[in-house]
């Protein structure tokens, strides 16, 4: 009995012993069952080192530039640092402009425009993915088909329309249209809801619950991630938006930074501050850096859309 339980004893311990080494054996294999080369991994990480130096050399540099001074800015060679950081050219930026009422607009539109595209779209999206209706699908298809409509083909008659209602000059150009919903992000936010199981909206609806309450209630908490990646992309597509406010807003009083940014360099075509200019640059993209960073997580869990849990 004893040899028979250490004999038992000794093989769990050997099976032990060789899962390790199993596990490992099958990280380093492919998807086809092929053996992966240790040097793929390190040459993955190469690539896309590289890729991301790419784009963060442009970003550096201008971080730099806008830390440097005039006599600096013209050595040549150029230098990769600044001697001495120049902190005054951001004071120099706001002031030789209304930065201030320009960041006020554009924050207060960027707001508007996320909110109600998180909003729209999550209402537009539940219709065409949670409800069944006749002619659904079609319509669907309809509504991706305006993905294909270039921007000049609507400007004109969308200016025209707005202008016969008095909304020239004011945030309305640029607010309402998020009221009506995106093409693209009701095409998000649908595959995601996609995944939520029938029978869980079925179950609601025959416990008396409405379709606003299986909508705030059960959808609107699972959507959090997509809905998440929707206000991103709204928020950075107003923020940088720079056509919109150029045909709609004419007062200075009301006009945006990106097209702030454009009358600062137009009215220092003279004397430019090359300095100045990469640090109103500089002032302009960090909100977003950091509502970046802030939802990073839950931006990269909404564009993969992985399965419903």
Known sequence: MSLHTESESTRTASVEAVRPGKARGERSRNADGSVRSPWS????????????LLFLVPIYWMVISALKSNSELGAFPPTWFPQWLDWSNFGDAVNA?????FFRNTLVITVCVTLFSMVSNLVIAYGFACLEWRGRDRLFYVVLATLFIPFPVTLIPMFDLYARLGWINTFLPLIVPSLFGSAFYVFLLRQFLLQIPKDLLNAARMDGA??????WRIVFPQARAALVTVGIFAAVGAWNDFLGPLIYLQDENVQTLSIGLQIFRLNNSQDFQFNQLMAASVLIILPLVVLFFVFQRTFIKGVQIGSFK
């Open 41 to 52: 991994s390190v040459l993955a990480r190469v690539v896309l080192i590289a890729m991301s």
């Open 97 to 101: 402009m209304p930065f201030f009422t």
């Open 210 to 215: 409405s379709e606003w309450g299986i909508l």
